[in-house]
């Protein structure tokens, strides 16, 4: 049986490999919604978080 590895979840995992432009192609095709929050809090991200790409792949597509 094969499963389906959210890309978010292997965005998570180029940072951990500190392949941070991998980690932000695999966050553009995850499409996470904003309202999430999930990436406020996960701390995978924390290396990444103060790139001026981050907080833009998580705006709602009112804020675009």
Request: zero cysteines; hydrophobic letters at 40%; a positive charge.
């Amino acid at each position: 049986r094969q499963g389906i590895v959210s890309w978010y979840y292997v965005a998570a995992i180029y940072v951990g490999l500190k392949d941070y432009e991998q980690a932000f192609t695999w966050l553009a095709k995850s499409k996470l919604p904003a309202a999430s929050g999930l990436h406020k809090i996960d701390a995978y991200f924390d290396p990444i978080r103060n790139d001026p790409r981050f907080p833009n792949l998580f705006r709602s597509d009112s804020d675009r």
